[in-house]
Nanobody, 125 residues
């Protein structure tokens, strides 16, 4: 099982960019797909995007398509989410989580494990 830690969140102006990192400890990281989720105050945790364990496919929620890109570097045991053209509505705590041998678009957070503490992204208008 892996345990994950997010980093890279900060305050940024609308239209700006950030790159979030999700770094794993534990074994067999290369066999895990990773999902990114976010939670804004007063709202439920929502699926943002994911990458399959092989890295062959990525999936995104509609609101971030064309702006966010997920990639992975197994040698560094890290998954990245590049976020461009950020909007105030992207403000949230961003979490990553793991799913063994993930090969599909899986949006239910209950299907993932190894959650990190999250990293705060704040986009000012």
């Amino acid at each position: 099982q892996v345990q994950l830690e997010e980093s890279g969140g900060e305050l940024v102006q609308a239209g700006g960019s950030l790159r979030l990192s999700c770094t794993a400890s534990g074994n067999y990281f290369e066999r895990y797909g990773i999902g990114w989720f976010r939670q804004a105050p007063g709202k439920e945790r929502e699926f943002v995007g994911s990458i399959e364990w092989s890295g062959s496919h990525t999936y995104y929620t509609d609101s971030v398509k064309g702006r966010f890109t997920i990639s992975r570097d197994n040698a560094k045991r890290t998954v990245y989410m590049q976020m461009n053209n950020l909007r105030p509505e992207d403000t949230a705590v961003y979490h990553c989580a793991a799913r063994m041998l993930l090969v599909s678009r899986l949006t239910d957070p209950d299907e993932y494990s190894g959650w990190g503490q999250g990293t705060q992204v704040t986009v000012s208008s």
